[in-house]
């Protein structure tokens, strides 16, 4: 009763899910850097995540480690997962037991499935629109669950979505590997929310594409208006607004100071 897309691309790993599921989030999806992506859904098998990331981690492909855990799952043919491992391989697999329409593609990287799905329409979408979707993996898997939700996606209806992507170092402050994680537990446009959260993690998370350089006029309208606010300097103003990881010693990013304007 669910969609999904795991896949890889330039050192990150990720997934992305959406389904007429509460919280789909809490139990489809699994990754680690380094290792793999997991998907799990059609009355998920939980450690298939656990079990899945594990034989990854020993070296085993997607494909042998999919094989693996159906073998000796005995509610295999109710199962769905997509696997993809640290070297792109993919495997998906689909039980003759799961509601239909259901089934899965694999490409390069990447393996896109879906259960209880209006046709294969959904999966389709998935598949060539991460394929023709260019820029940071996090936005090429958002991209591709809107298509498919917007192809029919689940037959039920809509209620969560989520999306998971991992990269090296790639956490808030460089403390863990999770670089995205947000989920929409129950809401009537779940993928449409789940793009607009993407679009606020991009900016308060983002790294800066272009700064400017505090000096002359700049300098003084920042300082200017930092006073008007009630802060000593910018530091303070952005580590209250959540735009610390955007700050640059002696420079502003254009986005931070676009929002310094707006206040």
Request: net charge negative.
């Amino acid at each position: 009763m669910t969609f999904s897309i795991v896949a890889t691309a330039d050192g990150q790993w990720g997934v992305a899910v959406a389904s007429k599921f509460l919280a789909v989030g809490a139990a489809v999806p699994a990754a680690q850097w380094g290792v793999g992506a997991v998907a799990t859904q059609s009355f998920a098998n939980l450690a298939y995540r656990p079990d899945g990331l594990r034989m990854l981690a020993e070296g085993r492909t997607a494909q042998q480690t999919l094989d693996a855990l159906t073998a000796t799952d005995e509610l295999r043919e109710q199962r769905q997962a997509g696997i993809v491992d640290r070297l792109g391989g993919a495997a998906t697999w689909t039980g003759t037991e799961c509601h239909g329409w259901a089934g899965g593609r694999t490409g390069d990287g990447w393996a896109a499935q879906g259960n209880i799905l209006t046709g294969p329409e959904v999966v389709d979408a998935l598949a060539e629109t991460f394929a023709a979707t260019t820029g940071p993996l996090s936005s090429r898997l958002a991209a591709a669950l809107l298509a498919a939700d917007r192809a029919g996606g689940d037959r039920r209806g809509r209620q969560s979505a989520v999306l998971l992507v991992v990269s090296e170092g790639g956490g808030y402050g460089g403390g863990s590997d999770v670089l995205v994680d947000l989920r929409v537990d129950d809401h009537p446009d779940p993928v449409l929310e789940l793009q607009r959260l993407l679009e606020l993690h991009t900016l308060y998370f983002g790294k800066p594409e272009e700064t400017l350089p505090l000096e002359g006029e700049l300098a003084a309208e920042v300082a200017a208006k930092l006073q008007a606010l009630g802060y000593a300097d910018l530091d303070d103003w952005a580590g209250v607004e959540n735009y610390e990881e955007r700050m640059v010693p002696g420079a502003i990013d254009v986005l931070v100071l676009q929002k310094l304007r707006e206040a």
